[in-house]
């Protein structure tokens, strides 16, 4: 499966006009952070993202069980040795549903009843592997200030300071300005796990 077209994404990052955040044009792209594969991701809106590696998928009595990520979903909806349709998660009991556009709901138990997180999905290698980019937030910065706010999907304000180099950007303990993590350009220093699913 190729990455989801241009359209999916937009409707994926949704939001309205007013709400959307202006960005640094210099954060928008896709970040690594020391020792991790995850690719964290700020597009032009200002939507972050964070996409996990393809994993080996695998299915079992003939599509009624999943295996994927080293952990087992059984089937609720939907039918054959396809990820689309929806899946509950054995040990956490979290419900995942994958629509045939290439979006994805995940919704997951909490102290205050349920979270529902959206994304993007694809297959790699054949097949055999998935990898997903889950929504998390909208950032907005200002420059001449070196601040940055992350809005949540699930309403929390973040606020951190910011500062720009050479080969990436740092994020800041706004009180006190301690450095909390680096991101570095993930083409830079390995290859995009979803490029690769796109060839």
Same mark, same amino acid.
């Given at each position: ?6 359209q ?10 007013k709400a959307?955040?202006?960005v640094d044009p210099?954060?928008?792209g896709?970040?690594r952070l020391?020792?991790q594969?995850q ?5 032009g809106?200002? /939507?972050? @993202?964070?996409?996990?590696p /393809? /994993? ?7 599509g009624a069980g999943l295996v994927?990520q080293d952990?087992?979903?059984f089937?609720?909806s ?5 990820p689309?349709?929806a899946?509950?998660?054995?040990? %956490? ?6 629509d ?6 995940v919704?997951?138990?909490c102290v ?11 297959l790699a290698e054949?097949?055999q592997?998935?990898?997903v980019?889950e929504m998390?937030a909208?950032?907005k910065s200002?420059?001449? /200030?070196?601040a940055?706010t992350?809005l949540?999907?699930?309403g929390?304000r973040?606020?951190?300071g910011? @500062? ?6 740092s994020l800041?303990?706004? %009180?006190?300005?301690r450095?909390l993590?680096r991101?570095r350009?993930?083409?830079?220093s390995?290859m995009?796990?979803m490029a690769?699913?796109a060839q």
């Amino acid at each position: 499966m190729s990455y989801p077209s241009d359209q999916t994404q937009r409707r994926i990052t949704f939001m309205p006009v007013k709400a959307r955040r202006r960005v640094d044009p210099d954060l928008i792209g896709q970040w690594r952070l020391p020792g991790q594969p995850q690719i964290y991701e700020i597009t032009g809106d200002g /939507a972050y @993202h964070i996409s996990e590696p /393809a /994993a080996q998928l695998r299915f079992e009595d003939g599509g009624a069980g999943l295996v994927w990520q080293d952990h087992r979903y059984f089937r609720m909806s939907g039918r054959g040795e396809t990820p689309v349709g929806a899946w509950r998660e054995v040990t %956490s009991r979290d419900v995942w549903i994958f629509d045939a556009d290439g979006t994805y709901t995940v919704k997951s138990a909490c102290v205050e009843g349920w979270r529902t997180f959206s994304g993007i999905w694809g297959l790699a290698e054949g097949n055999q592997q998935m990898w997903v980019r889950e929504m998390r937030a909208f950032v907005k910065s200002d420059q001449d /200030a070196g601040a940055l706010t992350m809005l949540t999907v699930h309403g929390h304000r973040l606020h951190y300071g910011y @500062h720009k180099s050479q080969d990436g950007w740092s994020l800041r303990d706004v %009180s006190n300005g301690r450095t909390l993590t680096r991101f570095r350009n993930a083409r830079s220093s390995q290859m995009d796990p979803m490029a690769t699913a796109a060839q």
